[in-house]
């Protein structure tokens, strides 16, 4: 809970201030690159950013990496990471795992007498 | 056949699969068909033979790709280094935004691709290897991996990766098609600050680095818009990336510049005007500097609160620097 609270509080402080009148590049973005309504982007992301935190915390990440790992993504990436994190792809495949899908797959298309690949397969009758 | 009075006789319906399946597996991906037939204009060859490798441990293919492109583009880093910030323990696996945030924490623009084979081909005729998701499986059944294309021989329809653990794996360029088209035609270039990949649009660049000078040391944000201003002369957010990049490191001289192109550029100049008028203030002229924010008040639009607000602290500077003058 401590991390999650001192997290929010560090986000608090990377808000883009409004240092000394300079207008923001992202600002001057809102209406260019797709990222629509970027006030309620950023507020959404405020709040998203400790949960991705916890979340990551959850999955064996390490609490101080996490905080890196948060503060590096952009307020959509936060966005959608929040809603999505268990439902997006997590690239992932060690080519042994692959290379046995293949194996069963052939040798059961061996067996059923569509290929033959492997010398000690007999198709069923 | 036995085929027939397996499938065919005695489950009727399963042949019309299998059927299906056959027809599946002989054509071509529809991208790599197009490309076949209307010859485009990228070499025929190429591959990107000095491109690192690093053999993939266990479910650590994520890494080994960030590495592999970082590296390419110049950036010191191997796999052990950067799996603590991507690899998700849980999962057994590295998610894309976390690679694209990674990317961004060594100091590299990650920039997303357009869902097209030849904006790869483009890249990597550029010299530029790109990060690619596969589902190797089918659909209901993913195996997500991560490779890194350096290559492709457009006679040959096959493509080159530094796959997992194979230095160079050729696949046929059909088969890439449908398992990147299965990763849901994800790909991103990672471009050192001061590069443009060579197949980006300019939003897609831009957005890739307003989220890098959030996170960069400016000097290092600077040169990203810089680099843009170069490809895209006429881009308003290049120049205004430009001069607070450089206002922020304080050479008055280019944040000046861009900024009068940035006002130029755009179709509201309040903002650059704006951002020009506090440059000027900061080198110590402070009458063109009230002259530039008066003209910014004057354009109105949604900066013209913050123009207002300029202008107000500039005038009273001003009269401040004039009262202890005087004295």
Same mark, same amino acid.
């Given at each position: 809970m401590a991390c999650v609270l001192a997290a929010s509080m560090a986000n608090v402080a990377m808000l883009p201030l409004a240092n000394a009148g300079l207008v923001a590049t992202e600002q001057v973005a809102a209406g260019f690159v797709s990222n629509g309504d970027s006030n309620r982007y950023r507020i959404e992301a405020?709040?998203?950013r400790p949960e991705i935190q916890a979340e990551l915390i959850r999955r064996g990440v390490d609490p101080a990496e996490a905080r890196k790992r948060v503060a590096a993504l952009d307020d959509e990436e936060a966005r959608t990471l929040v809603n999505h994190l268990d439902a997006m792809p997590a690239g992932a495949s060690d080519v042994l795992t692959v290379l046995l899908v293949v194996f069963i797959v052939l040798l059961v298309t061996d067996i059923l007498g569509l290929t033959k690949i492997f010398s000690f397969t007999r198709p069923i009758k | 056949m036995r085929f027939d009075s397996v499938f065919g006789a005695r489950f009727p319906p399963l042949s019309g699969v299998f059927f299906i399946l056959a027809c599946l597996a002989a054509c071509t991906a529809p991208q790599t068909r197009a490309l076949r037939d209307t010859a485009p204009s990228e070499p025929r060859q190429v591959e990107l033979t000095q491109t690192p490798f690093f053999p993939q441990s266990d479910f650590q293919c994520g890494p080994a790709a960030l590495a592999t492109a970082l590296r390419a583009a110049g950036i010191a880093v191997d796999p052990d280094s950067v799996a603590p910030q991507v690899f998700l323990p849980e999962r057994k696996g590295s998610l894309q935004l976390e690679m694209i945030a990674a990317a961004r924490r060594n100091g590299a623009l990650p920039v997303p691709l357009a869902p097209e084979l030849r904006a790869l081909l483009v890249e990597m005729g550029a010299g530029r290897p790109v990060i690619v998701l596969q589902n190797l499986s089918l659909s209901w059944a993913p195996i997500w991996h991560y490779a890194v294309a350096i290559g492709y021989d457009l006679d040959a329809s096959e493509i080159i990766l530094r796959s997992g653990r194979t230095r160079r794996?050729?696949?046929?360029?059909?088969?890439?098609?449908?398992?990147?088209?299965?990763?849901?035609?994800?790909?991103? &270039?990672?471009?050192?600050?001061?590069?443009?990949? &060579?197949?980006?649009?300019?939003?897609?660049?831009?957005?890739?680095?307003? &989220?890098?000078?959030?996170?960069?040391?400016?000097?290092?944000?600077?040169?990203?818009?810089?680099?843009?201003?170069?490809?895209?002369?006429?881009?308003?957010?290049?120049?205004?990336?430009?001069?607070?990049?450089?206002?922020?490191?304080?050479?008055?001289?280019?944040?000046?510049?861009?900024?009068?192109?940035?006002?130029?550029?755009?179709?509201?100049?309040?903002?650059?005007?704006?951002?020009?008028?506090?440059?000027?203030?900061a080198t110590g002229r402070i009458d063109e500097a009230i002259e530039i924010?008066?003209?910014?008040?004057?354009?109105?639009?949604?900066?013209?609160?913050?123009?207002?607000?300029?202008?107000?602290?500039?005038? &009273?500077?001003?009269?401040?620097?004039?009262?202890t003058e005087k004295q």
């Amino acid at each position: 809970m401590a991390c999650v609270l001192a997290a929010s509080m560090a986000n608090v402080a990377m808000l883009p201030l409004a240092n000394a009148g300079l207008v923001a590049t992202e600002q001057v973005a809102a209406g260019f690159v797709s990222n629509g309504d970027s006030n309620r982007y950023r507020i959404e992301a405020l709040f998203a950013r400790p949960e991705i935190q916890a979340e990551l915390i959850r999955r064996g990440v390490d609490p101080a990496e996490a905080r890196k790992r948060v503060a590096a993504l952009d307020d959509e990436e936060a966005r959608t990471l929040v809603n999505h994190l268990d439902a997006m792809p997590a690239g992932a495949s060690d080519v042994l795992t692959v290379l046995l899908v293949v194996f069963i797959v052939l040798l059961v298309t061996d067996i059923l007498g569509l290929t033959k690949i492997f010398s000690f397969t007999r198709p069923i009758k | 056949m036995r085929f027939d009075s397996v499938f065919g006789a005695r489950f009727p319906p399963l042949s019309g699969v299998f059927f299906i399946l056959a027809c599946l597996a002989a054509c071509t991906a529809p991208q790599t068909r197009a490309l076949r037939d209307t010859a485009p204009s990228e070499p025929r060859q190429v591959e990107l033979t000095q491109t690192p490798f690093f053999p993939q441990s266990d479910f650590q293919c994520g890494p080994a790709a960030l590495a592999t492109a970082l590296r390419a583009a110049g950036i010191a880093v191997d796999p052990d280094s950067v799996a603590p910030q991507v690899f998700l323990p849980e999962r057994k696996g590295s998610l894309q935004l976390e690679m694209i945030a990674a990317a961004r924490r060594n100091g590299a623009l990650p920039v997303p691709l357009a869902p097209e084979l030849r904006a790869l081909l483009v890249e990597m005729g550029a010299g530029r290897p790109v990060i690619v998701l596969q589902n190797l499986s089918l659909s209901w059944a993913p195996i997500w991996h991560y490779a890194v294309a350096i290559g492709y021989d457009l006679d040959a329809s096959e493509i080159i990766l530094r796959s997992g653990r194979t230095r160079r794996l050729t696949m046929s360029m059909s088969t890439f098609e449908r398992t990147w088209a299965r990763g849901g035609y994800w790909a991103i &270039a990672v471009a050192a600050p001061g590069s443009v990949p &060579a197949s980006v649009s300019e939003p897609s660049y831009l957005q890739a680095a307003l &989220a890098f000078e959030k996170v960069a040391p400016p000097d290092q944000s600077l040169l990203a818009y810089q680099a843009a201003t170069r490809r895209w002369p006429a881009s308003e957010l290049a120049w205004m990336g430009t001069g607070n990049s450089a206002f922020r490191l304080k050479q008055w001289q280019v944040a000046e510049s861009a900024f009068r192109r940035a006002a130029e550029s755009g179709k509201d100049p309040v903002p650059a005007l704006n951002n020009l008028a506090l440059t000027l203030e900061a080198t110590g002229r402070i009458d063109e500097a009230i002259e530039i924010a008066r003209r910014a008040t004057a354009a109105g639009g949604p900066f013209e609160t913050t123009a207002r607000e300029t202008l107000a602290e500039l005038l &009273a500077r001003s009269a401040h620097t004039a009262t202890t003058e005087k004295q």
